[in-house]
C-alpha cells in the first residue's frame, strides 16, 4: 500500500483477517514444534545438543534481521535485552522439556504461562486482578494438579521434563512481561538474540552426562541439515508471524488465538506419540486452555471498557 492512499473495502478486509489468520499459523507451527525437535533427537544426539544444533540453525538466519536492525545497546533497551534473554531461555528449556518428558504433560506445565504472567504483572507492573484473572490462575493451577496426579500429595513435577517445561513457561512470561515494558524497542532482531541466548544456554547442559552426551561427527552431519530445515520451516517463521501479528491485535485477542496452540499440540501430540492420553490429561487440557481462555477475555473486555 502506497502512501497517501486510503485501502479499498477488500484491502480493508484483506488487513482484518490477515493478522488473526496469520495468528493462527504461528500457534499451529508452536503447537506442533516438538516434532521437528524428536526428529533431529532421531540421530541419537542428546538434548543440549539438539538444542544447540536447532536454536544455532535459527540463529545464524536470522543474523541479517540482526545486521539490518540490531537491537540497540542503551539503557533505555535493556529491558528489551531482557526479555530476548528470557525467551531464550524459554526456548533452550522447552527443548530439553520436550526431549526428557511427556509431550502432553510438558505442553500442559508450560502453558501456564498467562499464570506467572498474571502474578508478575500485579507484581511488578500493578496489573489489576479482578475476578476473571484469580478465576484464571484457579483454573490453570488446578489444570496443572489435576495432570501431576492429585492422588499422590502434593501435585509437583515428577519428571525431569516436567521441570524443565515449568520454568520454560515462568521463563515465557518474564519474557512477556519484559517485552510489556518495552513496546517501542525490539524486532525480529529480538528473536535472533533469542535464538543465540538459546544456544549458549544449551551447552550448560553439556555438562550432565545425560542430556549432553557427546556424539559423534557423522551424527552432527546428518542431524544438520534437518536442524536447519526445522528453523526455516517451523521457528523464524513462528517468531516473525508472532512479532508481526501481535502488534496488529488487541492483546486479549492475540492472546486468545494463541491459546489454539494448547489445542494443536495436545491433539498431534495425542495422535503421534504412544504417551499416555487419558481422562486425566483431557481434563488437565480443558482446564487449562480454559485458563488462557478467561485471562485473554479479561484483557478483552478491560480493553473495551477503555
Known amino acids: 500500500m502506497t502512501a497517501g492512499k486510503h485501502p479499498t473495502g477488500d484491502g480493508r478486509q484483506a488487513s482484518s483477517w490477515m493478522a488473526p489468520g496469520a495468528l493462527l ?10 516434532l521437528p525437535i524428536r526428529w533431529i533427537a532421531e540421530y541419537d544426539l542428546a538434548p543440549g545438543w539438539v538444542n544447540i544444533l536447532l536454536y544455532g540453525a535459527a540463529a545464524v538466519f536470522m543474523l541479517p534481521a540482526f545486521w539490518l536492525r540490531p537491537l540497540p545497546f ?23 522439556a520436550i526431549l526428557t518428558g511427556e509431550v502432553v504433560r510438558v505442553i500442559l506445565l508450560f502453558y501456564l504461562s498467562p499464570v506467572w504472567a498474571s502474578i508478575l504483572g500485579r507484581l511488578f507492573l500493578k496489573d489489576r486482578v479482578g475476578p476473571l484473572r484469580i478465576l484464571a490462575i484457579f483454573c490453570g493451577l488446578l489444570g496443572a494438579a489435576v495432570v501431576l496426579g492429585l492422588q499422590d500429595g502434593l501435585p509437583l513435577p ?46 550448560f547442559l553439556l555438562l550432565d552426562p545425560e542430556l549432553g552426551a557427546t556424539p559423534t561427527g557423522r551424527q552432527i552431519t546428518a542431524a544438520m541439515g534437518v536442524a536447519a530445515i526445522s528453523a526455516v520451516i517451523w521457528f523464524i517463521p513462528a517468531a516473525i508471524v508472532v512479532f508481526w501479528a501481535t502488534k496488529k491485535l488487541e492483546p486479549g485477542r492475540a492472546m486468545l488465538l494463541m491459546m489454539t496452540e494448547v489445542i494443536f499440540a495436545t491433539v498431534s501430540a495425542a495422535i503421534l506419540t504412544d504417551e499416555p492420553f487419558g481422562f486425566r ?22 480493553g473495551a471498557v477503555r
Open 25 to 34: 499459523f504461528a500457534a499451529l507451527l508452536w503447537g506442533t514444534s516438538w
Open 74 to 96: 542503551t539503557w533505555e533497551a535493556r529491558l528489551a535485552w531482557a526479555s530476548a534473554f528470557f525467551f531464550g531461555a524459554a526456548l533452550m528449556l522447552w527443548g530439553a
Open 158 to 203: 515428577q519428571q525431569t521434563g516436567d521441570w524443565f517445561g515449568l520454568f520454560a513457561g515462568i521463563a515465557f512470561a518474564l519474557a512477556a512481561l519484559f517485552s510489556r515494558m518495552t513496546p517501542g524497542i525490539g524486532g525480529p532482531s529480538q528473536s535472533g538474540v533469542a535464538y543465540v541466548v538459546a544456544t549458549l544456554l544449551a551447552l
Open 281 to 302: 490429561e483431557l481434563i488437565g487440557c480443558v482446564l487449562v486452555a480454559t485458563a488462557g481462555g478467561i485471562d485473554a477475555f479479561s484483557q478483552l473486555r478491560r
